[in-house]
């Protein structure tokens, strides 16, 4: 079956420091492959996308590339400000799917 | 653009009492869901629907039981509520068949069951 297992939290940085956050996941098929970004008191949407390998989806200074050979698809931002402080989700879609499976989600809090 | 839609937003029940939650699209989705959210357990699927008269479990759909009215809408009912059901609870929607498409999600109801 399809499973995502997610770098555990909480993560904890300083304002301006490069940020991972690791992904890895099991699937049948080619999915397509996503990270949501739930801030506080919200729910889901997405951040970035990536429909292939070695694609790469960027938004808002964070990227992600498509790793099909080792199964990932790490996110990361060089520089990361204190309105990033959220929770990411990584999920991959099998396309046809019929259902969406997460990650159990990394809560990131940058410090001034 | 109202996207998705729940309501109610917070919800205080006692244990054993009945409620629905509802969820409206207005994206021309077929593919609806309900998720829970507790604390660093990430989002669960507890049931979703392909399309408009087709329902399926998810993860944890023990306890619940789920309406696709139309294809707008997708209701989640808590028949006789427990305190392990107290949660947050997600709708979302999104395209069926495009592995490309994105999930939207509501602004979450906060269920509290005492």
């Known amino acids: 079956g399809n499973s995502v297992t997610q770098m555990e939290g909480p993560v904890t940085l300083s304002e301006e420091a490069f940020l991972t956050i690791n992904c890895t996941y099991t699937?049948?098929?080619?999915?397509?492959l996503f990270w949501y970004v739930q801030y506080p008191g919200e729910g889901l949407q997405l951040l970035l996308k990536a429909t292939k390998a070695d694609d790469k989806g960027s938004n808002k200074g964070f990227e992600a590339t498509y790793r099909k050979e080792t199964t990932s698809f790490h996110l990361e931002k060089g520089s990361v400000q204190v309105s990033d402080s959220a929770v990411y989700f990584c999920a991959p879609l099998i396309q046809g799917a019929q259902k969406l499976v997460f990650g159990q989600g990394t809560r990131l809090t940058i410090n001034p | 653009n109202a996207g998705v839609t729940q309501t109610p937003k917070f919800q205080v029940l006692k244990t054993g009492q009945s409620m629905t939650l509802q969820c409206a699209q207005d994206m021309n989705h077929n593919s609806m869901y309900w998720y829970r959210q507790d604390p660093g357990m990430g989002l669960r699927l507890i049931y979703y629907s392909a399309s408009e008269g087709t329902t399926d479990k998810g993860e944890v759909p023990n306890g619940y039981n789920v309406s696709r009215l139309n294809k707008r809408e997708f209701s989640l009912r808590l028949e006789s509520a427990a305190p392990s059901q107290t949660s947050v609870y997600f709708c979302a929607s999104s395209e069926t068949g495009r592995g490309n498409t994105e999930a939207f999600f509501g602004q979450g109801t906060r269920l509290t069951v005492v």
């Open positions: 699937a049948t098929g080619y999915p397509s």
